[in-house]
Every structure is written in structure tokens, then in C-alpha cells.
């Protein structure tokens, strides 16, 4: 049956670009206060709804906050358009690999973001279909998203019985390097969007499972439950690497957590060796998992090499909705939460993907120890 694509262009309002700013040399849209040059950090033109007030202003101009962020994101439109689904046939995969792409209307030189969903309860969510607060976010500030449909997402309805189900866990990884493997060809299927595409700066970000799917991509090795068998499936490729509440080490599950989801007790974080952003809400436990205090942040302490940590405070394992609109799988409801989580990310990714760019660097300085900041930023 012959498929139906759909290029829907939708205005999205945000706090960082002007439709008249020009890309970075990274491909990236900067805010218009990014850089310190510029007078201001680029954070600064939302740090009193991300990064906090001081005592005095948190007093009197607490309940103006989400006004003043709402208030922002209205004064700047970016179009973005959606593509999808482009669907690929892949090797070894019980059904074919189906992708959306999100891209900003217009600007060149854009890198890539592939987002990896994670194992939730929801139907949707879980699929090409969610995690619209990011792939509007990142796609609106210059880059060009990709989601993937994994093959435990509960839209495919695989057989539970399949081997690996219902993770797939060694075909997630898979996934990402194929898409790399063959971005021409999945751009090209995007009227428009193929001269615009520096297909030389990927990025990766991982949400639960789907940390764990970038943990692989990183260099953690994983041994079959199955098999015995080590699977290495680090991704060199890649110019930048984000988990977002991941698993952490097997030494922190719990047994009912081992015998249901046996793969997470054979990882092994001692070979992640590539360079990655840990994102960890300090309030995500689950005693499903695990009971120890900051288990999702196991990947920046346990592993070696260069890592940051992003701990955002009063965030549970969905960070405000970072998974989907209104959805509610969504323990801690914060669209300024969001923001923030997806504001940090970005300023990881400009950094990662030009040296010369502070962002993360700045952001840093923005965050640590100022009264009211919503998180803290740790590098090794």
C-alpha cells in the first residue's frame, strides 16, 4: 500500500530566536543574548524562569514568573515542518524501521538530532509520535530531528514472546546507526530539506530506555542475557551524546527489576568512554527499579573519561513532560521545567558542536550555587 506523507508547517513559539537571526556556524539559531560578546550570556534572557532569582526578586516577582515565560516564547516564531512517516526497510528487524523528521522551514548548514524514545506505559508516546516538547524545542532552534519507532514501542505490537522483547534492547542502538549509515537517503525523502543538512554533526538524546540506547551508543557493553555474548555498539560517529534518566549501574536494581528486565543487570558503564551529558532528576525513584538515592546518575560517576551531569532539582523521571503534551504519564507537570531541561541540552549541544562556543560553560556559571536556580551543572 502506497504510503501518504504529510509536510505540516506550524508557527512555535520560543524564548530564543527571532525569525530575522542567522545560524551559527554550527547550523545552530543562537539567542539573541547567547554570547557574552554579545553584552549578555545567552542564558541570561531567560534566567529568571530557568535558572532562578535572586531571594529578593524570587519574592516579589514569584507569581509573574510563568507569565514572563509564556510572555517570551509568544514574542518569537520559528516555522517548523514535519515529515513523516518515511519508512526503510532494515535487515534483522521484524518490521521496518518508520522515522519522522521535524526541520526548521528554512536556514542551511543544519546538524542532526536523533531522539530515541523510551519503554513507557503509553501507547504513543513511545514512538515517532512523542516527545513533541523536544522535536518542536530543538527543531525551532536550528536543528534537524529525527525519531525513530524502536521496535518495543507498543504502537508496533510485536509478539511479547519475540527474543529480546519487550526492550529490543540490541536493535535500538542499531537503529541510530543505520539512520547515520543512511541519512542521505532519508533527508532526500524530505521535499526541500537536502542541501540544508550538515550531515557531518550528529547528535544523539536518549530518554529512559532510550539513555540507555545512547549509554550503548557511548561505548557501554551490555552482555546478552541470552547469549552470554558481549554486544558492543559504540557509535564514533556521533559529535555529541545525551541520556536522559537512564538506568543506572546493576548494582543498584532490585531483584524484581533483574528478573523482569534482565538486560539492565548486564551493562557494564566502565567501557562508556565517549564524551556524554548525563541528565538526572534528583527526584526520579522508582522502587520498581531501584531505591538508591540518584541511581540515574550512575553513568557520570561510574563511567570514565569526560562526562557531565545535569541534575535538575524537583524533576521525576519525566522532567516536567518531556515526553508529550498534557500526558499523563507525567508525574511532575512543568512546561518551565521543560524549558529548562531542553535549554541546558541545547547549550551541551552548541558547545559539542563548535569548541569555540561557551554556552555550556556559561550555563554552568548561570546555574551553580545561585539561590533559586532550578539545577546544577557538574563536569569530569
Known amino acids: ?32 543574548s547567547k554570547l557574552k560578546s554579545k553584552a549578555v550570556i545567552w542564558i541570561a ?27 517570551k516564547m ?21 518490521v521496518d524501521l518508520q ?4 526541520a526548521p522551514a528554512t536556514g542551511g548548514n543544519l546538524p542532526v538530532l536523533i531522539i530515541s524514545h523510551g519503554h513507557g506505559r503509553s501507547n ?26 524502536h521496535q518495543n514501542s507498543k504502537t508496533l505490537a510485536l509478539d511479547a514472546n519475540l527474543p529480546e522483547a519487550p526492550l529490543f534492547w540490541s536493535s535500538r542502538p542499531k537503529d541510530i546507526t ?37 549509554g550503548m551508543l557511548a561505548g557501554m557493553q551490555v552482555k546478552d542475557p541470552a547469549t552470554a ?49 548525563i541528565v538526572n532528576g534528583d527526584k526520579d ?4 527499579f531501584s531505591v538508591v538515592d540518584q541511581w540515574r546518575a550512575d553513568g557520570y560517576f561510574v563511567s570514565p573519561g569526560h562526562k557531565s551531569l545535569l541534575t535538575v532539582y524537583g524533576a521525576e523521571h519525566i522532567f516536567g513532560g518531556i515526553s508529550g503534551y498534557d500526558s499523563n504519564e507525567t508525574t511532575d507537570e512543568s512546561p518551565e521545567r521543560v524549558e529548562f531541561v531542553n535549554q541546558c541540552i541545547l547549550a551541551y549541544l552548541r558547545s559539542a558542536l563548535n569548541p569555540k562556543d561557551n554556552s555550556w560553560a556559561d550555563a554552568q556559571k548561570a546555574l551553580n550555587d545561585v539561590p533559586g536556580s532550578k539545577g546544577r551543572i557538574d563536569n569530569k
Open 229 to 277: 555474548k558481549t554486544v558492543n555498539a559504540i557509535e564514533k560517529r556521533l559529535k555529541a551524546y545525551v541520556m536522559i534518566g537512564a538506568p543506572g549501574a546493576p548494582a543498584g536494581l532490585v531483584q524484581s527489576a533483574r528478573d523482569h528486565y534482565p538486560v539492565l543487570n548486564n551493562g557494564d558503564f566502565s567501557t562508556m568512554t565517549q564524551p556524554v551529558l
Open 285 to 288: 525513584i522508582n522502587p520498581n
Open 74 to 94: 509568544k514574542n518569537s516564531e520559528t516555522a517548523v515542518m514535519s515529515y513523516g512517516p518515511i519508512v526503510m526497510p532494515v535487515a534483522d528487524r521484524y
Open 1 to 32: 500500500m502506497e504510503l501518504c506523507h504529510v509536510i505540516k508547517y506550524q508557527y512555535i513559539m520560543t524564548a530564543l530566536i527571532p525569525t530575522t537571526q542567522k545560524q551559527n556556524q554550527s547550523g545552530l539559531y543562537p539567542s539573541a
Open 178 to 214: 543505520y539512520i547515520i549509515d543512511n541519512l542521505d537517503q532519508i533527508i532526500s525523502k524530505v521535499p526541500g530539506l537536502s542541501t540544508r543538512v550538515n550531515k557531518e554533526q550528529v547528535t544523539v538524546v536518549g530518554h529512559s530506555m532510550g539513555g540507555h540506547t545512547v
Open 99 to 102: 522515522l519522522k523528521v521535524t
Open 124 to 149: 504513543f508516546l513511545s514512538s515517532l509520535y512523542g516527545y513533541g516538547p523536544m522535536a518542536d524545542f530543538f527543531s525551532k532552534n536550528g536543528l534537524v530531528v529525527i525519531q525513530p519507532t
Open 45 to 71: 534572557a531567560s534566567c529568571l524562569m530557568c535558572f532562578g532569582l535572586s531571594a529578593q526578586e524570587k519574592a516579589s516577582s514569584a507569581s509573574s514568573n510563568q507569565i514572563k515565560t509564556f510572555n
